[in-house]
């Protein structure tokens, strides 16, 4: 019941009052604020209404007063004579309530006062008649009410409904509960069916066409609010259009299909070099031919835009006003209306000339840069961060045999051998952190397969902000300085260490002989003999040492022909059957003339089967056992030198083929050490490998391959 309370109270307070929180809707107020004004307007016209009715009235009980009206002659005489003082009452109330709606309270709430002048014409009588002992139902009175508050105030249903309760309430409720008959003689009663319904039926059609009208007032008064917003939504877009369109950097336009500007900005007259907008439009009636100094621009800008629906980027040389020609940037689209057709093209255009000029400059700069890199004659290359080729000049190309294109784009991985590529990784890796010059020495395959000693010159390079933008690098060859050198150092080791003893032992037999007395000295045939072999010892040092020389820095040369292995390996054992003979050593040729052909110089092969057989002579002791044998092995010969000596220890294995290593266990003290030195650059020349498989206590195994002719 509480509740039900509380709901009827809020309802009555909205009522009277006019409330103005009865939405939060801003619109809502706005239309409560708008109907309580409406009521206040319309409530001065309906009260001078009702005090010029009620005056009629007035004038009508005077003259009945006077001159008695047949039609009142059946009401109670206190009635006939006291109506006057009813209809000052009411003249009274209502002159009150007029007086009161100008003031802030009647402003405030219209409701109240319309409530007020509604009861006091129509509860005012019945207080009245009430008060004199009888009920008096003014049916053309409450029509005239009812009918005209619906007229003049239709608006806020609810007071009306709350006037007419009022009323009826009284009417019905207090009469009732007081026992009061009508002061007519044949219809005493208060009520009857046909007052019910008349009075039920005009209040409901007036409230209903209040309820009706005020829901039209509603409907028309959001609608025009939103009108009023979308007008002003749109003012503003239109101001802030307007504003982008004038003051906008890039130009703006539409242009027809037939190749017309139909609209175009500041922006835009003042890339084509005119002052107004309007000279753009009026003097552009063929942009075909009057704009693009290409005329085939315009119809690539359409096809591009039939094709895709918008063009981004389009890139074109135009005249201005005054014949020069600029560049320009657009990027429009087609507008068409929703049954797909074309209405025009609508876009932006940007004066691109200044960026134009600046990557022309900046692409001579770069070609320049390439050109002048293109003519060093060593390798050059850059990367990014991410380890990315992105520029080389021709002598890299050349150097790896790749083209540009090859090279660009892709890592060290995809350019060298995996175990390069690391070293190479990790070096970039650490200049990147560092940042700053790096340099040492590594390797680079180069185009023709063989590894060439290199040095890397590197150096990282910053963006424009200052972040890391790369490394650039610079590889210079150094495998002919490294040959060189070692050729040198090979000479100096010879002059300084090998050469040295026979030159000494000669010079001390000499020196012997001199310091005898006589003046004839009778020199023994064994010290001739001593001095002939030194020097022939000496000779074959020298011999040794400029073809060890030549052969590193010229290379070995050769003289390819198809070579029956077993004659080169029974030549050599000839050759060297008195050195057999004298060591007592004892060789085993296995060698079978069944084997295929080789392609290789007869002499070079002799001197390896010489100098590996001579090798195991002189690093055992005599009554060796040596065994020569080789067999087919895919597309290679596989030849092995085995013998039953001391072996090698790892330290020897290791360098054995080092330019200048002697074994310790050499019974020739007098060698330059360059045998299996010469035997690695024969057998290299050929395309072949050598190597040895060591056993200490049991021997040591020498072998080499020799590709088969095909």
Not at 326 to 347: F, T
């Amino acid at each position: 019941m509480k509740t039900v309370f509380k709901i009827a109270k809020d309802w009555l307070k909205k009522a009277v009052y006019g409330d103005k929180n009865l939405t939060k809707n801003d619109v809502a107020n706005e239309y409560q604020h708008w109907r309580n004004g409406f009521l206040w307007q319309r409530l001065r016209l309906w009260l001078w209404l009702a005090l010029i009715c009620v005056f009629t009235f007035t004038l009508r009980d005077i003259y009945n007063f006077f001159f008695p009206l047949k039609e009142f002659q059946n009401l109670p005489e206190t009635l006939r004579t006291q109506v006057l003082v009813m209809d000052f009452v009411m003249l009274l109330s209502l002159a009150i309530c007029l007086a009161l709606r100008k003031t802030k309270f009647g402003r405030s709430y219209p409701g109240i006062l319309f409530l007020g002048s509604s009861w006091a014409i129509g509860i005012v009588p019945q207080i009245f008649t009430t008060l004199k002992g009888f009920a008096l139902p003014d049916t053309l009175a409450w029509s005239l009410l009812f009918v005209s508050q619906a007229t003049f105030m239709p608006v806020c249903w609810i007071l009306h409904f709350l006037s007419q309760l009022g009323l009826l309430l009284y009417y019905f409720g207090v009469n009732t509960a007081l026992g009061l008959q009508l002061p007519l003689p044949n219809h005493p009663e208060l009520y009857n069916v046909t007052l019910i319904l008349y009075l039920f039926w005009l209040c409901t059609i007036c409230d209903i066409s209040v309820f009706l009208y005020d829901r039209l007032q509603r409907s028309e008064f959001y609608a025009r609010r939103e009108l009023e917003s979308a007008y002003q939504k749109l003012r503003v877009a239109e101001v802030k259009y307007r504003s982008i369109f004038e003051n906008a950097v890039e130009g703006i336009f539409q242009s027809s299909p037939d190749g017309r500007y139909i609209t175009a900005n500041p922006a835009l007259a003042h890339i084509y070099g005119y002052s107004l907008p309007e000279e753009v439009t009026e003097n552009f009636t063929d942009i075909e031919h009057q704009l693009y100094v290409d005329p085939q621009r315009r119809a690539e800008f359409v096809r591009l835009i039939e094709q895709y629906g918008s063009v981004s980027e389009f890139e074109s040389q135009i005249y201005r006003r005054d014949g020069s020609i600029v560049w320009i940037s657009e990027k429009a689209y087609a507008v068409r209306d929703e049954n797909g057709k074309l209405l025009y093209y609508e876009g932006l255009i940007e004066d691109i000339t200044k960026r134009k000029q600046a990557e022309a400059a900046l692409q001579e700069q770069l070609d320049f840069l390439q050109v002048l890199i293109d003519t060093i004659p060593a390798p050059v290359f850059y990367k990014n961060t991410q380890g990315l080729y992105i520029g080389c000049n021709q002598a890299f190309e050349e150097a790896l045999g790749l083209s540009k294109e090859q090279i660009l784009g892709k890592t060290v991985y995809d350019l060298a051998p995996q175990e390069l590529a690391e070293q190479y990784h990790q070096a970039d890796v650490a200049l990147f952190e560092q940042r700053g010059v790096q340099s040492y020495e590594g390797s680079l395959v180069y185009k023709d397969g063989k590894k060439h000693d290199v040095i890397f010159y590197k150096a990282t390079f910053s963006k424009a902000d200052g972040s890391l933008g790369g490394l650039v690098g610079v590889i210079l060859d150094i495998s002919d300085r490294k040959r060189t050198e070692e050729a040198l150092r090979v000479f100096f080791h010879a002059v300084s260490h090998d050469l040295r003893n026979p030159v000494l032992g000669t010079l001390m037999v000499l020196k012997n002989l001199l310091s005898r007395s006589e003046d004839k000295i009778t020199v023994p045939r064994t010290i001739l003999e001593r001095m002939v072999q030194s020097s022939e010892r000496q000779l074959n040092l020298i011999n040794s040492l400029m073809e060890a020389h030549v052969s590193e820095v010229q290379g070995v040369g050769l003289q390819l022909q198809p070579v029956e292995l077993h004659t080169v390996v029974e030549d050599a054992i000839a050759d060297l059957q008195p050195i057999l003979t004298e060591n007592q050593a004892h060789l085993t040729n296995l060698v079978t003339a069944d084997l295929p052909l080789v392609n290789a110089d007869q002499t070079q092969l002799w001197r390896v089967f010489s100098n590996l057989i001579v090798n195991a002579v002189k690093h055992n002791p005599p009554g060796l056992s040596i065994i020569i044998n080789a067999r087919v092995e895919g597309d290679k010969i596989c030849c092995t030198v085995s013998d039953n000596g001391v072996g090698l220890n790892p330290q020897q294995s290791d360098k054995l083929f080092d330019l200048y290593f002697r074994g310790s266990n050499n019974r020739n003290s007098v060698s330059l050490g360059l045998g299996l030195y010469l035997c690695k650059r024969i057998i290299n020349a050929h395309g072949g490998e050598i190597g040895v498989n060591n056993n200490p206590q049991a021997g040591a195994s020498f072998w080499f391959t020799l590709p088969v002719l095909k």
